[in-house]
C-alpha cells in the first residue's frame, strides 16, 4: 500500500456489525471503491469480498479473537449499543474479574516476595508500567491492599502452610532477634521440615515486634504462642538459635530442646581470635590502608590502573564489620589478593603528589596477615558449610565440630600468633555442645556421609549405634500400635455395617449395647485335616521377628552401604533408598530437617 491509499468506511447501505472493523482501500483523488477486497481496520489485512460477510467474520475470529469474543456481532453497526474497537479493547476491567484477580494477586505476590513498601502501588512509575502492560486494569488503592486483598492473601497461604506443617513428621524451629535499620527490635520465628519428597522446606511463621525487653520469659512467650498458632506440639520441636543466654532460657522455659546455632559458635570462637593483641594491631594497619582508598579518589584510581597492569582482579577493598568475623577474613584476604596493586598506587607520583601522609605495611605485616588467613581459613570454611540453605546442617556439626577442635591443636612450627589463635579457637569450641552431643551424634549417624562415623572412639559410635537402634524399634512400635487401631476401628465399622444390613428395623434400639467380634468361619479342607501336622509350611514353622531384630537388620545393612561421597546430597540419598530402609528414613527425616 502507497502514501496515497487510504482505508475509508464502509458505504452507510452496509449494514453488518462486522463493517465497523473493515473499509475498502481507494485512491487519492478517487471516489470509486475497490470491492474486490475488503481492508481490516485492525491489521490492515486485505480480506476477499465476495458480496457476503462471511470472509470478513472468519478473519475477526481467526486473527482477532479477543474482539471476536466481546463484540456482539447480532447489533447492527450504528446501533447505539454496539461497541467501537477503542471500547472493546481499552474498557475497565471488572475488578472481579479473571483476569483483574490474577493481575492484583501478582501485585501482592511481588510486593511480599521482594518486600516491597504497600506505597509502591502509589508510585507513579509502577502505575504508569502496569497501564502499559494492561490498559484496563486498575491499579487498587494502598487502603485496598492493606484492609482486604493482604489480609486475603494471608489467610490463603497460612492455610497452605498448615496444611504442609500437618503431613510433616518432625518440625524444627529456629528463632531469631534482630534489630531493623529504624532501631526496631524483632523476633522470628521460621519452621522446617522434611516434605514426603525429601525436599528441605521453610516457612516463616511470623515476625513479631518485641518492644519488651529481650528477656528469656518474653522470647518464651511469643515462643509459645507461635507453637499454639500453628497447631505444634513442643515436646516433638527442637529450637536452634544463637548463644544467648536469654534464648536458651527461652527454649527451657517453652519446653522445647535447644540447639546453639554452629555458625554463631564458629563467630564467637573468631571472635576471640580476632582479639588477641598482634591481630587486633594488624587490623587496624589493614584498615587505615582501606579508608585511604575510599577516602583519595586519586589513590582509587590509581589503584585500578595498577590492577589492569597487573592483571589482578578488579575487586574493591574490603572494610570490616565489627559485628561480624567473616569480615575481617576478608578483608585480610582482599588485601593480600591486592597487595602488590596496593604498593604500586601508593608509590605512584600522582598519589605521593596528592597525598601529605601515606600508609602503608611492612614486610611483617605481610607475614602476619598470611598467618592468620591460613589459620582462620577452617572456621571460614566451615561458615560456608553452615550458611548452605538447601542442605540439612544438623547432621554436620558434629564431625566440623570435631575436626575444628583437632585442627586447632599447637602444631612445632607454629608461629607465636598462629598458636595463639589456635589456643583461643581451641577453648572456645571445646566448651560447647557437651549436653547436644547425644543429638548430634544422632544426627550424623542418619547422614550417610558421616554414617562410619570417623570423629568418634569405637565405644562412641557402639553406644550412639545403640542408641539409634532403640530409636527405631520405637518408631516401629508406634507404627504397629496405630495399625492395630486403625485395623481394631474398622472392624468395628465393618461389625456394625453388617448389623445394620441384618437388622435395619432394631438398629436405633440397640446402638449403645456392646457387642463381642464376629467369630470368623473356619475353612475346612480334607487334605489339610489329614496332612496338616506332618507338612507345615515353612512360614507356619518361622517365628515372626521382633522389633529388635526388624530394626538390627535394617541398620546392619546401612552400616555395610557404601558412604555417600561428601560432594552428595544426603536427601537425595534417602529419597531414592526410602523403600530399603522403611524404618530408619523414618528417624533420618526427623533428624536432618
Known amino acids: ?194 516434605t514426603d519428597q525429601w525436599n528441605l522446606q521453610s516457612h516463616v511463621l511470623q515476625t513479631r515486634a518485641m518492644h519488651d525487653s529481650h528477656t528469656g520469659e518474653h522470647i518464651a512467650a511469643l515462643l509459645t504462642d507461635a507453637v499454639a498458632e500453628w497447631g505444634l506440639n513442643a515436646k516433638d520441636l527442637v529450637v536452634v538459635t544463637d548463644n544467648a543466654p536469654n534464648m536458651a532460657l527461652a527454649a527451657r522455659l517453652a519446653g522445647i530442646t535447644h540447639i546453639q546455632c554452629f555458625a554463631h559458635s564458629l563467630n564467637l570462637a573468631s571472635q576471640k581470635a580476632l582479639k588477641i593483641q598482634s591481630v587486633v594491631r594488624l587490623l587496624g594497619r589493614i584498615r587505615r590502608v582501606t579508608a585511604f582508598f575510599r577516602r583519595s579518589t586519586t589513590a582509587s584510581n590509581q589503584l585500578k590502573q595498577k590492577q589492569c597492569l597487573l592483571q589482578l582482579p578488579a575487586h574493591r577493598l574490603i572494610t570490616d564489620i565489627i559485628t561480624r568475623w567473616n569480615s575481617s577474613y576478608d578483608m585480610i584476604e582482599r588485601f593480600l589478593e591486592q597487595q602488590p596493586a596496593i604498593c604500586a598506587a601508593l608509590l605512584s607520583a600522582e598519589v605521593r603528589k596528592s597525598e601529605k601522609e601515606i600508609f602503608t605495611l611492612s614486610e611483617s605485616d605481610i607475614t602476619c596477615a598470611e598467618e592468620v588467613v591460613r589459620a582462620l581459613k577452617p572456621m571460614k570454611d566451615a561458615t560456608l558449610v553452615m550458611s548452605e540453605e538447601s542442605m540439612p546442617t544438623l547432621s554436620i556439626i558434629a564431625p566440623l565440630h570435631a575436626k575444628l577442635v583437632m585442627g586447632a591443636q599447637e602444631s612445632v612450627d607454629d608461629t607465636p600468633t598462629v598458636r595463639d ?106 487334605l489339610v485335616d489329614l496332612l496338616g501336622a506332618t507338612f507345615a509350611s515353612t512360614s507356619d514353622n518361622t517365628a515372626p521377628k521382633s522389633e529388635h531384630d526388624v530394626a538390627a537388620a535394617e541398620i546392619k545393612r546401612y552400616r555395610d552401604e557404601t558412604p555417600l561421597p561428601l560432594t552428595g546430597n544426603p536427601l537425595s540419598w534417602w529419597k531414592d533408598h526410602e523403600q530399603e530402609y522403611p524404618q530408619l528414613s523414618k528417624v533420618a527425616r526427623s533428624f536432618l530437617c
Not at 467 to 482: G, P
Request: charged fraction near 30%.
Open 1 to 194: 500500500m502507497t502514501e496515497e491509499e487510504r482505508i475509508q468506511p464502509a458505504p452507510a447501505a452496509f449494514k453488518a456489525d462486522v463493517w465497523t472493523h473493515f473499509g475498502f482501500r481507494t485512491k487519492e483523488g478517487s471516489k470509486d471503491y475497490d470491492k474486490s477486497y475488503a481492508v481490516c481496520k485492525i491489521c490492515t489485512a486485505r480480506v476477499k469480498y465476495s458480496g457476503n460477510t462471511t470472509n470478513l467474520r472468519t478473519h475477526v475470529s481467526r486473527h482477532h479473537s479477543d474482539v471476536a469474543s466481546n463484540a456482539n456481532f447480532k447489533t447492527k453497526r450504528g446501533d447505539p449499543s454496539q461497541r467501537t474497537i477503542e471500547e472493546v479493547n481499552f474498557s475497565k476491567l471488572p475488578a472481579t474479574s479473571t483476569r483483574a484477580t490474577k493481575i492484583t494477586q501478582s501485585v501482592l505476590v511481588f510486593i511480599c516476595k521482594d518486600m516491597r513498601p504497600l506505597s509502591v502501588v502509589e508510585n507513579k512509575g509502577f502505575r504508569n508500567m502496569i497501564k502499559t502492560l494492561e490498559p484496563r486494569y486498575t491499579v487498587p488503592s494502598r487502603q485496598h491492599i492493606t484492609d482486604i486483598a493482604l489480609p486475603k492473601l494471608y489467610q490463603e497461604v497460612k492455610a497452605t502452610v498448615l496444611d504442609s506443617l500437618s503431613s510433616a513428621e518432625t518440625v524444627a524451629l529456629t528463632c531469631d532477634a534482630w534489630t531493623s535499620r529504624a532501631t526496631e527490635s524483632y523476633v522470628t520465628v521460621t519452621a522446617h521440615h522434611i
Open 421 to 526: 589463635i589456635k589456643t583461643a579457637i581451641a577453648e572456645d569450641l571445646g566448651k560447647r555442645y557437651v549436653n547436644e552431643r547425644e543429638t548430634l551424634w544422632m544426627a550424623s549417624t542418619v547422614d550417610p556421609r558421616f554414617k562410619d562415623l570417623p570423629f568418634l572412639s569405637e565405644a562412641e559410635t557402639s553406644e550412639t549405634y545403640s542408641r539409634l537402634l532403640d530409636t527405631v524399634v520405637t518408631v516401629i512400635k508406634k507404627e504397629e500400635n496405630q495399625q492395630k487401631n486403625e485395623e481394631t476401628d474398622k472392624q468395628v465399622e465393618e461389625e456394625n455395617a453388617t448389623e445394620e444390613a441384618h437388622h435395619p428395623h432394631i438398629k436405633d434400639n440397640f446402638d449403645s449395647i456392646p457387642r463381642p467380634p464376629l467369630k470368623r468361619q473356619r475353612t475346612s479342607c480334607a
